[in-house]
């Protein structure tokens, strides 16, 4: 290797470290981007399950970044409406987009073709020195310069170190940043399934006794699934034959799609929430996951990481623009106090509404129910889950 010294370094090229580097395209800033796993598999990532339900305001993001021309269209779902259902009432919680000025709530992407088309539109990039197949063994920082040292021993220097490398981060802990975990004790399954019926375009949230239940809408005929589990219910069903499983699912969702049939692997997520307690510190910040890993049941985290990825990537742009130093506490704490601004209602409105519909109990089950029906009569409160959900009024202004 002969550069050793660049202006930001990002340890992880997932979609939010992608993402931050393509954002920082239009500066003079030269970058790196490093990550363990090689470069066929970051150029062609596998199919991991995730469907990815898109805000508007990602979507656009994606436009602008240009990575929304390589995804396949006939390989996303559109969601016009979406309901969430308590255990076996047949009373809902509906949402759709009529008056906000579109004609759906949001996208569903799977998340491998969101990472393939952020690792097309950056490999190229002139700023930008790939470092695949490379492990971070060491992070440190001080006033002057930050340091990442490489399995090899290689030892790289930067005014800005990101980390962007999963809610488990390991530089965030070589950083000695701490971080609250909340293990929910549960398992999340996520697949792709064939129906007989249409969906309707309808996302479902089903929230049963001990189980949650989604389906979200993809092309044609098929629907991401994903069912939440206690962690030993969700070995039983990770080891069930195939047609069993489908019909298992099919009669969970009491046969609304008809017969159902699996067309990819079942992937299996331990249900961990992460929130670091600082986003940033000298001469170093954390995005995507690494800030904060969210439980998938609102679909918020690579939405989140986008977003965040965009406001660390302004203050970096404006303080290259005047010659200020980019690595600067000052610039890095605003990115921290905006993201922060965005994150913690998410983060922890997501963890209490994960506690109200897995909570058995008499009161538990009467209080959810009473919070459908009020979500569902007082406008401003439905206003606010929607626009949480989808962003679709900022895009529609
Ligand atoms: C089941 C499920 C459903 C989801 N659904 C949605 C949804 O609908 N909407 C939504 O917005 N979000 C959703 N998410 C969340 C979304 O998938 C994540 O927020 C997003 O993938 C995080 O991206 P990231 O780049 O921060 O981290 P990751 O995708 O975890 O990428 C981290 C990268 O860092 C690399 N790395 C790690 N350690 C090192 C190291 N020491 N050295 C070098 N490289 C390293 C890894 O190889 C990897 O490439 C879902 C998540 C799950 C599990």
């Known amino acids: 290797?002969?550069?050793?010294?660049?202006?930001?370094?990002?340890?992880?090229?997932?979609?939010?470290?992608?993402?931050?580097?393509?954002?920082?395209?239009?500066?003079?800033?030269?970058?790196?981007?490093?990550?363990?796993?090689?470069?066929?598999?970051?150029?062609?990532?596998?199919?991991?399950?995730?469907?990815?339900?898109?805000?508007?305001?990602?979507?656009?993001?994606?436009?602008?970044?240009?990575?929304?021309?390589?995804?396949?269209?006939?390989?996303?779902?559109?969601?016009?409406?979406?309901?969430?259902?308590?255990?076996?009432?047949?009373?809902?919680?509906?949402?759709?987009?009529?008056?906000?000025?579109?004609?759906?709530l949001g996208r569903i992407v799977p998340n491998y073709l969101i990472r393939r088309a952020a690792y097309t539109v950056v490999k190229d990039q002139e700023n930008l020195t790939m470092m695949p197949e490379t492990r971070v063994t060491g992070v440190k920082t001080d006033a002057q310069s930050g340091?990442?040292?490489?399995?090899?021993?290689?030892?790289?220097?930067?005014?800005?170190i990101v980390a962007a490398d999963s809610r488990f981060s390991a530089s965030r802990r070589m950083m000695g940043l701490s971080a609250n975990s909340l293990d929910f004790g549960r398992v999340v399954i996520v697949c792709e399934m064939a129906h007989d019926l249409p969906h309707n375009n309808t996302a479902t949230e089903c929230f049963h006794y001990d189980q949650t239940l989604a389906i979200l809408p993809m092309n044609g005929l098929k629907s991401s699934v994903v069912v939440t589990l206690?962690?030993?219910?969700?070995?039983?069903?990770?080891?069930?034959?195939?047609?069993?499983?489908?019909?298992?699912?099919?009669?969970?969702?009491?046969?609304?799609?008809?017969?159902m049939r699996l067309t990819t692997k079942r992937h299996p997520y331990p249900l961990v929430a992460v929130l670091a307690r600082q986003f940033v510190t000298t001469r170093f910040a954390l995005v995507g996951d690494a800030a904060v890993g969210m439980h998938p049941v609102t679909a918020h985290g690579y939405n989140l990481g986008l977003s965040g990825a965009g406001l660390l990537a302004n203050e970096v742009r404006a303080a290259a623009a005047r010659g200020d130093d980019i690595g600067a506490l000052h610039g890095l704490k605003r990115y921290e106090a905006a993201h922060k601004r965005a994150v913690l209602p998410l983060y922890?409105?997501?963890?209490?509404?994960?506690?109200?519909?897995?909570?058995?109990?008499?009161?538990?089950?009467?209080?959810?129910?009473?919070?459908?029906?009020?979500?569902?009569?007082?406008?401003?409160?439905?206003?606010?889950?929607?626009?949480?959900?989808?962003?679709?009024?900022?895009?529609?202004?």
């Open 1 to 104: 290797m002969t550069q050793t010294h660049f202006d930001v370094i990002i340890i992880g090229a997932g979609p939010a470290g992608l993402g931050l580097a393509r954002t920082l395209a239009d500066t003079p800033l030269n970058i790196a981007i490093i990550d363990g796993l090689d470069g066929e598999t970051l150029a062609n990532p596998s199919e991991d399950g995730r469907d990815i339900a898109l805000t508007h305001t990602s979507e656009q993001i994606m436009q602008d970044l240009g990575m929304w021309a390589h995804i396949p269209d006939d390989q996303c779902g559109l969601i016009r409406d979406a309901k969430v259902i308590n255990g076996k009432s047949d009373y809902a919680l509906h949402f759709d987009a009529s008056g906000k000025g579109s004609d759906y």
């Open 230 to 259: 206690p962690t030993d219910a969700a070995d039983r069903a990770m080891a069930m034959p195939e047609q069993e499983f489908s019909d298992d699912i099919a009669a969970r969702f009491g046969g609304s799609l008809g017969a």
């Open 147 to 160: 340091q990442v040292t490489l399995d090899d021993g290689t030892i790289l220097t930067a005014a800005l």
């Open 348 to 397: 922890h409105g997501t963890n209490a509404l994960v506690r109200l519909y897995t909570d058995n109990t008499v009161p538990g089950r009467i209080l959810r129910g009473a919070a459908l029906r009020l979500g569902n009569v007082l406008a401003p409160v439905k206003n606010r889950i929607l626009h949480q959900l989808t962003h679709i009024d900022e895009r529609a202004r």
